[in-house]
């Protein structure tokens, strides 16, 4: 149990949601000393804060806060992304790396779990401010990072511009060039394949869950896939949908969606791309919905999430803007117009009401492919299956091609579905016919492989 902590809802929830799995399951039955492994395992190694302070171009000296949270190193270096956006706080950061823990164990490969970022706000700033801001922050995180202590990448607000400054201001300060960070320029020492790794990665993983519950009769054909978000996760599973002979039927961006306007149709390719172009310009979808070629095809709810206002069925949901973003009732809704798989591309992108509306539908139908839902720490964990990849490269001094660094996404993926499903059936077992719980399952297999790491290394006995 967590004790005199300061309230941190958002990383009160991650462990909560964590804790909650394995306390259902046999997992303490059978291993009851795991129970201490979870108490040293939310605790961070290391929490580092410091002041971030630069110049805007009036000549203004402004101030942020910056953030990492080095959370556990069982499995290899910190690994996880830098956050730039005015709600980051301690408890979001915290969340974010707590989960990274046991989504990086999921991959396969060895990476340990930590998250970062600052309050700053990149919307608005020019190229040279949001330049100054990142050599600001740089200049204090390089003390505590290195290809191998502490890896950081992209998140929200952090794209390949501000890796390509930070990672600059790193090689001044400790006269060095080394895979410090992913999702570096692909002339310098990036992979191929990372901008659209998670997005394909949460298709590739539902590809899986559709196959397995249809006992490989069915695929991503005629499905109508509804979306959240629309920036490289959104995008990049849109097109791989796309690609797959489904239907796309909505977007998103924080101030409102963009659906399908009736039963048939779908978003195009050209059509998300150019909804790519007007997001590198950091505008919002709002800003193309009254445009003749949009206007007519979809209809746009401003201030709404798409759940509740697409058209028709919904086969396939993929939460892939932020965490907390379908609710009970939204749950509720995705269920009543016929979803069947949930897969988040988000980190926590649904409510714990939310889950628990998901996981009681799994077994309503028994034997069906009812109601399936795969947690953001397995299914979206092809972003940061990419960036060890992009480790991996930059330690041997060599690049991989985009069907090589495909091929290898595709595998990890299929492993880790594969990996919490196997762990589901060992641990929680369901009624006859029903489908396992890949909440469970991804859970506990995370859980389980930091655990062991971290005994073998004394950390808990």
């Not at 990149?122 to 200049?139: A, L």
């Not at 492919?369 to 480790?391: Q, T």
Request: net charge neutral; aromatic share 8%; hydrophobic share 40%.
């Amino acid at each position: 149990m967590m004790q005199n902590l300061p309230s941190e809802p958002e990383f009160e929830q991650a462990y909560k949601e964590l804790a909650s799995t394995l306390e259902n399951s046999t997992l303490f039955e059978k291993k009851p000393e795991y129970r201490k492994a979870l108490q040293v395992v939310s605790v961070p190694e290391r929490v580092i804060q410091f002041r971030v302070v630069w110049e805007d171009d009036k000549g203004q000296v402004q101030i942020n806060r910056g953030f990492r949270v080095q959370f556990n190193s069982a499995l290899g270096p910190y690994k996880g992304g830098l956050r730039f956006h005015p709600t980051v706080n301690l408890s979001i950061l915290k969340f974010l790396g707590f989960e990274q823990i046991f989504k990086n164990a999921l991959t396969g490969l060895n990476m340990g779990g930590g998250k970062g970022g600052s309050d700053f706000d990149p919307k608005g700033k020019t190229d040279n401010e949001i330049r100054r801001f990142c050599v600001s922050f740089m200049t204090e995180l390089c003390k505590h990072i290195g290809a191998d202590t502490d890896v950081p990448a992209g998140d929200i607000g952090v794209t390949g511009r501000e890796v390509g400054f930070m990672f600059g201001q790193y090689k001044k300060i400790r006269n060095q060039w080394e895979g410090v960070l992913t999702g570096k320029g692909g002339s310098w020492g990036g992979s191929l394949i990372r901008p659209e790794a998670t997005g394909y990665g949460v298709v590739y993983y539902v590809e899986h869950m559709i196959k397995h519950a249809s006992g490989g009769k069915d695929s991503f054909a005629g499905k109508r896939v509804a979306i959240s978000g629309s920036g490289n996760v959104a995008q990049y599973a849109a097109l791989k949908v796309i690609e797959l002979g489904g239907s796309v039927v909505s977007l998103s961006d924080s101030q409102g969606a963009l659906v399908i306007n009736g039963e048939e149709g779908s978003f195009t390719v050209e059509e998300i791309n150019t909804i790519a172009e007007i997001k590198v310009q950091r505008k919002q979808i709002a800003e193309i919905a009254t445009q003749a070629a949009f206007s007519s095809k979809f209809k746009y709810i401003p201030g709404a999430r798409p759940w509740t206002n697409i058209t028709g069925r919904i086969d396939v949901a993929l939460p892939s803007a932020t965490q907390n973003e379908v609710s009970g009732d939204e749950a509720k809704a995705l269920i009543a117009a016929g979803c069947k798989f949930i897969a988040e591309g988000s980190n926590m992108g649904s409510t714990q009401e939310a889950i628990d509306v998901f996981e009681a539908h799994r077994d309503a139908n028994p034997g069906a492919a009812a109601i399936w839902y795969a947690p953001g720490k397995a299914a979206n964990a092809g972003g940061v299956a990419v960036s060890g990849l992009e480790m991996a490269q930059n330690s041997a001094r060599v690049n991989w091609s985009r069907e090589e660094v495909d091929s290898r996404l595709k595998k990890i993926m299929e492993d880790c579905f594969n990996n919490g499903l196997a762990t589901a059936k060992e641990y929680v077992t369901p009624a006859e016919g029903v489908l396992p719980s890949l909440v469970a399952g991804s859970n506990i297999a995370g859980f389980t492989k930091v655990a062991e790491a971290m005994k073998e290394h004394g950390d808990w006995w």
